[in-house]
């Protein structure tokens, strides 16, 4: 590829001024974030109803403000914390959708793109650039929209597996050399460090992770440093599972999908994260629709999916999206890892959560969910579920078992008014 591409490059307000009112525009997310194209956006004055489709975006995020209400309209296809009050407040829009079926939404029309904000690396000397750290959904924008716009960041990592955008294809850009936005990795708390040890217990040698973010997956990460020959298919993964993989308790050998290498569909986390996955051919990075993909997890062994959740009911109800009717985050691939973990043989699905929130002034075990909670994983593909109090395995348990199960799980400050509660509610007497 000729240096001279560069001579082709406008400013970040002349790259988005190809937006026009009413488009449909993807914007890339995560660690990708492109950051100086979403501020340049947000500068201009004279749109009127474009719609931002979006997973998870890092950093600021300024068409979140009330002032771009009726100029910049978000969908969330999975929320983060800068567009909770904007949603609540009815500014924005929340989808809900399994992570697996977002890039069918794009090709089948559904949601039919006309601009792809992207941020990527320079192009190679073959001509294609890398979406980096986050694949997830922006392949499939990439390939869908009318016109791609992107940031390319001379700092950009240039990740393996399908993450190549033809340099082609990209109708305007910007150069930057900026750092990637990073993914603060927090202390675990008492009650992480407990679950995390009941979570690390589960997984067998030779098991194939799926994780998320946050500081209970952490802990289960960092406790599982003698493990043997794990392997690793997930839709992302941050900084924990760089030590498994630098301490040779990943191997990836016993895995039937991708054996030998990492997969999964995006990371967040620090830079050295970043500069992990720069160019290491063991970590493939792939479309959602393929890392989600239910009849592929099922293909691994002991696929050990360890996903959160906001609050589970006594019958193993699991919202996991919101609180109450207040839009937290999004259906992702919960989904998707519980039921692929199920199927796969000797697979452990596992939904974990500390037994209490508001510094401990609330139960998330519940006799009945909150009011407007979602449902994301029902209770019939709910299997095992921990706290800081222990594991538990509700498959083929019938709905008494289950809440005896849960309760022994709960805080024990609130044993007493859950089985009070379920008394009242099913006639069950719990001793």
């Not at 979570?199 to 990460?221: C, F, K, N, Y």
């Not at 999964?264 to 051919?281: C, I, K, M, Y």
């Not at 691994?300 to 906001?310: D, G, H």
């Amino acid at each position: 590829m000729p240096k001279e591409w560069r001579s082709a490059a406008a400013a970040a307000d002349e790259v988005v001024h190809h937006i026009r009112s009413g488009d449909r525009v993807f914007v890339h997310g995560a660690a990708a974030t492109p950051t100086p194209l979403l501020e340049a956006l947000a500068r201009r004055t004279d749109l009127e109803g474009v719609r931002l489709y979006h997973l998870h975006l890092s950093g600021p995020i300024p068409f979140a403000d009330e002032r771009h209400e009726r100029s910049l309209v978000s969908n969330s296809l999975f929320t983060g914390p800068a567009l909770r009050r904007p949603i609540a407040e009815g500014r924005a829009d929340f989808i809900p959708v399994f992570l697996s079926d977002i890039p069918a939404l794009f090709r089948s029309g559904v949601i039919a793109l006309d601009v792809a904000l992207l941020q990527l690396s320079p192009p190679d000397r073959h001509g294609y650039c890398s979406l980096g750290p986050s694949v997830d959904a922006a392949l499939a924008s990439s390939r869908t929209a009318r016109t791609v716009l992107a940031e390319i960041n001379d700092r950009m990592p240039r990740t393996h597996g399908y993450s190549a955008v033809p340099f082609a294809s990209v109708d305007h850009f910007c150069v930057t050399d900026r750092p990637l936005l990073e993914h603060e990795v927090k202390p675990e708390s008492e009650a992480e460090a407990r679950i995390g040890e009941f979570i690390a217990d589960l997984v067998e040698d030779g098991s194939t992770l799926q994780v998320g973010i946050g500081g209970i997956p952490d802990a289960a990460l960092a406790r599982m440093g003698q493990k043997l020959e794990l392997g690793v298919h997930t839709e992302m993964f941050s900084d924990r599972m760089v030590d498994l993989m630098e301490g040779g308790a990943v191997t990836n050998a016993h895995k039937k999908v991708h054996q030998g290498r990492t997969t999964t569909s995006f990371v967040a986390g620090s830079q050295r994260l970043l500069d992990f996955v720069d160019d290491n051919p063991l970590i493939e990075f792939h479309p959602c629709d393929r890392t989600n993909d239910t009849s592929l997890i099922r293909k691994n062994p002991r696929v050990v999916a360890i996903n959160s959740a906001i609050e589970i009911d006594l019958t193993g109800q699991v919202c996991a999206d919101s609180i109450g009717h207040r839009i937290f985050s999004g259906i992702g691939g919960q989904m998707d890892f519980i039921r692929g973990a199920a199927l796969s043989p000797g697979g452990k699905p596992i939904i974990a959560l500390p037994s209490t929130a508001a510094g401990g002034q609330v139960s998330r075990v519940t006799s009945e969910l909150n009011a407007g909670a979602g449902v994301v994983t029902t209770r019939g593909h709910v299997h095992w579920v921990v706290t800081e109090y222990g594991a538990v395995n509700l498959h083929g348990l019938n709905l008494r078992q289950r809440a005896e199960a849960l309760i022994s799980i709960a805080h024990p400050d609130v044993r007493a008014d859950l089985r009070a509660e379920v008394r009242e509610t099913r006639r069950f007497v719990i001793g």
